[in-house]
Nanobody, 119 residues
Framework: QVQLVESGGGLVQPGGSLRLSCAAS????????MKWYRQAPGKDRELVAR????????NYADSVKGRFTISRDNAKNTVYLQMNSLEPEDTAVYTC????????????WGQGTQVTVSS
C-alpha cells in the first residue's frame, strides 16, 4: 500500500524554524522526484520546493528561496523540508508529492501537515 506520511508541522513564532518530514512506503522511492506544496486558506496551491531522485537538483519558489531547504534520504525513504526565518505568510497546509522520474502520471500525495506562523 502506497503511503506518504508528513510530520513536523505545528505552531511557531515568526522568525522560528520547523523541519517537515515525509515518509514514503509502498513504492520505489529512489525513482521518484519529490515535491513540497502548500496551500493557504483561500489561495491556490503553490509548489514550494522540488528535489530530483538523487538529490542533486533542487528548485524553490521565489517566496522561500534562501529560507527553505529540501533534502532527501533515499535509504530512509524520506524527504525533508527545513524551514527557517518563518513568516506569517508561510502559514499553510504543507503536502508532499512523489512523481515518477519517467512516468509522470505515476504520482502520489500525502495528507498534509499544518504549519502556522503566529505570535
Amino acid at each position: 500500500q502506497v503511503q506518504l506520511v508528513e510530520s513536523g508541522g505545528g505552531l511557531v513564532q515568526p522568525g522560528g524554524s520547523l523541519r517537515l518530514s515525509c515518509a514514503a512506503s509502498g513504492f520505489t522511492f529512489s525513482m521518484y522526484a519529490m515535491k513540497w506544496y502548500r496551500q493557504a486558506p483561500g489561495k491556490d496551491r503553490e509548489l514550494v520546493a522540488r528535489i530530483a531522485t538523487t538529490g542533486g537538483t533542487t528548485n524553490y519558489a521565489d517566496s522561500v528561496k534562501g529560507r527553505f531547504t529540501i533534502s532527501r534520504d533515499n535509504a530512509k525513504n524520506t524527504v525533508y523540508l527545513q524551514m527557517n526565518s518563518l513568516e506569517p505568510e508561510d502559514t499553510a497546509v504543507y503536502t508532499c508529492n512523489a512523481v515518477h522520474k519517467l512516468v509522470p502520471t505515476s504520482n502520489y500525495w500525502g495528507q498534509g501537515t499544518q504549519v502556522t506562523v503566529s505570535s
